[in-house]
């Protein structure tokens, strides 16, 4: 058998194609467009629950400023002063926020129409090829991304070859309420991690690993939101994973009081962690429902942020002796079904 393939039309010349992956434990509806996950459904004791925002209409996603369910690159969050040296020569990129380039820059990967290669039952294979300077960044790249359904277990595997020294950072960006709606203030989230990347006010980061033990981010207890952030203030910053973790230990859970849980693994040194309190959509989200500032948590496993020109920061430049591979599953299902 294979996935629901439903051809939407056409983006960028090529079909706009909506897969939808299906197991016992979960339905999954991914767009051709970024490598969107555009819906989330599993099943618990009330009923369908859709976990993840996103858009009833799937164009709506070509103007997505919020990056809903996306997967962001060639080098997600911020590049400072938009632009980088490598190798002696300085690059320019696409500017798309306050002196900075954001997720990519102003058309990057998750704004591209990815090319579906591959689809059976719980699995697609997308492509894209990225070509020398596009949005500013050198090298001609051959990027793959395989999105598997094992059960309750959603797998991103993205790979990439170049043809030139070039940075690649990716991050998988879906927003999750286990509620399906509402404020995300009752969940508790637990972070395997005893360090953060502190951010300046710009969001770029500092260059400095500190401790976690008395922030406002220390939760590698599990803890709700409201507890931590009483002043509902929200949460834009970086964890920064233990370099000799088990990769196969969750790296973080999140649990609802519905008795839905996540849990994410990763072979990324980093999780930004966004709960939306800069968001700016509030608009109708998938099966109809509301969503504004805070009302979801989105887990962002990738490197350093801003990496490029950090040089205290482990380098994210790939070359075509040392391809790029990326790595993280997210599972979700009612402990109480």
Known sequence: MSATVTRLGEIDGKPFDRIVLKTAQAEVAILSLGGITQSWVIPTPNGPLDVVLGYDDPFDYIDNPDYLG???GRVANRISGAQFELDGEIYPLSQNGPGMTLHGGTNGLSKRNWTVVDVGE??????Y????????FPGNVEFTMLITLEDARLNYHIGATVDRPTPINFAQHNYYNLLGGGPIWDHQMQISATHYAPLGDDLLPTGEIASIAGTPFDYRTLRSFADLD??????????VLPADRDLDDPVAQVKAPNGVTLRLWTDQPCLQTYNGNNQTVQTSGA???PFGRCSAICIEPQRHSNAVNTPAFPSIIVTPEMPYAYRTAIEIQSTSA
């Not at 719980?122 to 492509?127: D, I, N, Q, R």
């Not at 090829?129 to 500013?136: C, L, R």
């Open 230 to 239: 009483p002043d509902r203030l929200g949460m834009d910053m970086a964890y």
């Open 129 to 136: 090829t990225s070509a020398h300077m596009e949005e500013g």
């Open 70 to 72: 996306t997967t962001v």
């Open 122 to 127: 719980t699995y697609v294979e997308l492509t």
């Open 287 to 289: 099966s109809g429902r």
